[in-house]
Nanobody, 117 residues
Framework: QVQLVESGGGLVQPGGSARLSCVQF????????RNWYRQAPGKQRELVAT??????FYYADSVKGRFPISRDNETTFSLQMVGMKPGDTVVYYC????????????WGHGTQVPVSS
């Protein structure tokens, strides 16, 4: 059973930075995409960034150039957030999804990152 645990959430001032990490417990077999999503109250969860085995694969337009995604080691990937805006105040979720069998899909429980002065 694979479990994902996010860390790094907490209050950030506008223009500030934060780093979210996602630690994987349990083994994954095959090729997986590693994703960060976010969800604002009352809105659909949106894809923020995707990391493929070869490197960053996708960024939402709203975070391009601000939120680089990276692989720290075999079990951890991160989202570095810089230049944060009040609109970035949402719950962030990490996700791993098999590259071809999307039913093999695992989610973290989410971490909140409030952006406020």
């Amino acid at each position: 059973q694979v479990q994902l645990v996010e860390s790094g959430g907490g209050l950030v001032q506008p223009g500030g930075s934060a780093r979210l990490s996602c630690v994987q417990f349990g083994d994954l077999f095959g090729s997986y995409m590693r994703n960060w999503y976010r969800q604002a109250p009352g809105k659909q969860r949106e894809l923020v960034a995707t990391l493929a085995d070869v490197g960053p694969f996708y960024y939402a337009d709203s975070v391009k150039g601000r939120f680089p995604i990276s692989r720290d080691n075999e079990t951890t990937f991160s989202l570095q957030m810089v230049g944060m805006k009040p609109g970035d105040t949402v719950v962030y979720y990490c996700n791993v999804r098999h590259s071809s069998n999307h039913a093999r899909d695992h989610w973290g429980h989410g971490t909140q990152v409030p952006v406020s002065s």
